[in-house]
């Protein structure tokens, strides 16, 4: 079952973020995940969520998911985003068809 990767980001230091940016595609790859949404417009129709940048990534199972974020390649660049965003993180899977 697939696992997916929900963050909502706040992006405080724009050239900080940037190079997060530039070096987490190669580790989201290496454990075989890809993005399927990486920034762009959103448009709120209900509740009180006002989000900032939404990233989603797909990974082949949650494991992978979480073998990604743990990982000693990630876990610098994570630092890094954290030093240039404001970050909440879910990990999940696909659930029920």
Same mark, same amino acid.
């Given at each position: 079952?697939?696992? /997916?990767?929900? #963050? *909502? &980001?706040? &992006? ?6 940037? @190079? /997060? %940016?530039?070096?987490?595609?190669? @580790? ?5 995940? %890809? ?5 762009? %417009?959103?448009? $709120?129709?209900?509740?009180?969520? $006002? !989000? ?5 990534? +797909?990974?082949?199972?949650?494991? #992978?998911?979480?073998?990604? /974020?743990? *990982?000693?390649?990630? $876990? !610098? =660049?994570? #630092?890094?985003?954290?030093? #240039? *965003?404001? @970050?909440?993180?879910? =990990?999940? @899977? +696909?659930?029920? !068809?």
């Amino acid at each position: 079952m697939k696992g /997916y990767v929900i #963050a *909502s &980001v706040e &992006v405080e230091d724009p050239a900080l973020y940037e @190079t /997060y %940016r530039a070096g987490v595609l190669a @580790t989201v790859e290496k454990h075989g995940g %890809r993005f399927l949404v990486r920034g762009g %417009r959103t448009e $709120q129709k209900e509740g009180a969520w $006002q !989000p900032g940048r939404i990233v989603v990534l +797909e990974f082949p199972s949650l494991e #992978a998911a979480r073998t990604w /974020y743990e *990982s000693a390649e990630y $876990q !610098p =660049l994570a #630092a890094l985003r954290g030093r #240039a *965003s404001r @970050t909440d993180i879910l =990990l999940l @899977t +696909e659930g029920v !068809p």
